[in-house]
């Protein structure tokens, strides 16, 4: 249904990079001396999924999370409807993108390149490598809540898509031709950010586990900070042939204007993988503030009590405390918090 024999397959440039984990900083700024020049990262919680809906204005960029697989979008042909299932089949260009990496992959496995992974194992630990993808084209909205008259009574998110007819399937579904901004007339695109979490995990949460949560949070986002700099021509990747990696140059102009950088998540690594809600949220709450991300919005799905914890906790520990707050300090009294892992929903 998204791209039909004969349709158009897709429009516009797409813009993959893979970042390598950045180094965690030693503290989180007090509010006078953030990344944010001293102003308050907003938070916003939404009880539904995401709309990639087009950016406020010519200045914001739009960034939206995909739960990812160590293989990125790896499992868009299955018969399961979660999170990356959906996001793969609404953006049926990422499942391109997904094939031409492997091949890739097997072009240089001999290499340290390997396109496809978000994170590389190193020794008996791994490091994340966050995958952005700019530029994705949304051919098709596929609604997933409950509605008995449109013959989804369960809905269609995770299992409940194996089981629905395919009827059920096309009256959830809305085909794009373009999407166009109302506001602007001109076409908008979704922007990525492919990060795995840790999973299958028993017992409480571990110094180690929730410095990983972290780190791995702050290098998507700040990666995906550096991508809006490139996107609005601050900065210009450079990238020299035969080289894996690229060079970014700063465009010197003051006139031009820092874009506003929001990042859309949810409750990621907290179904199949079994993560913990509240400590989930909390620490991608305290990775955008490290980061200097503007606003997080954060897609509870029915969820909002253990967001609204996750954030009561943020608040404790970081926002509402004078000055700088070490990260190992930080990361120390999460850890007393006794937040324990839960069970995969399949989902």
């Known amino acids: 249904m998204a791209t039909p024999e004969g349709a158009d397959s897709f429009h516009g440039k797409l ?46 960029v739009n960034w939206y999370i995909n739960f990812a697989d160590k293989h990125v979008f790896g499992y868009y042909g299955g018969n399961l409807f979660a999170q ?72 269609l998110y995770g299992n409940q898509f194996a089981h629905a007819s395919p009827e059920a399937i096309k009256l959830a579904t809305t085909i794009y031709d373009k999407r166009i901004d109302p506001k602007t007339g001109n076409p908008y695109y979704s922007n990525i950010i492919a990060i795995e979490a840790p999973k299958y995990g028993h017992g409480k949460y571990t110094f180690n586990t929730i410095k990983k949560i972290l780190a791995t ?16 021509g601050i900065l210009e990747r450079n990238h ?8 970014i140059n700063i465009n010197e102009e003051e006139s031009v204007p820092k874009p506003r950088v929001i990042i859309h998540t949810g409750n990621w690594g907290c179904g199949a993988y079994g ?3 509240t400590i989930m949220s909390c620490l991608q709450i305290a990775a955008a503030h490290l980061a200097g991300i503007d606003k997080i919005v954060y897609h509870a799905m029915g969820n909002q009590d253990e967001f ?10 970081i926002k509402d405390v004078e000055g700088d ?23």
């Not at 914890?309 to 520990?317: A, C, K, T």
């Not at 707050?325 to 989902?347: A, R």
């Open 84 to 155: 990356d299932e959906s996001q793969c089949l609404e953006h049926p260009v990422l499942c391109s993108l997904r094939d031409y990496l492997v091949k890739g992959d097997q072009e240089s496995c001999f290499t340290t390149a390997r396109p496809i992974l978000t994170k590389d194992s190193i020794s008996s630990s791994f490091i994340s490598t966050p995958i952005l993808v700019r530029g994705v084209e949304r051919k098709v909205q596929v609604k997933t809540d409950v509605n008995k008259n449109e013959k989804r009574p369960f809905g």
């Open 240 to 247: 020299e042939e035969n080289q894996e990696h690229t060079k």
């Open 15 to 60: 813009e993959y990079t893979r970042w390598e984990e950045f180094p965690l900083p030693k503290s989180f700024k007090g509010e006078s001396d953030n990344p944010q020049g001293g102003k308050e990262m907003k938070i916003e919680v939404k009880n539904d999924v995401f709309d990639y809906s087009s950016p406020e204005d010519d200045n914001t």
């Open 275 to 277: 993560g913990n809600i």
């Open 217 to 232: 949070g702050y290098s998507g986002f700040l990666a995906a900070k550096f991508e809006s700099l490139v996107e609005k």
């Open 325 to 347: 707050v070490k990260i190992d300090d930080f990361i120390k009294n999460v850890e007393l918090k006794d937040f324990q892992w839960g069970l995969s929903n399949g989902t």
């Open 308 to 317: 609204n914890s996750g954030l009561q906790i943020y608040n404790e520990l």
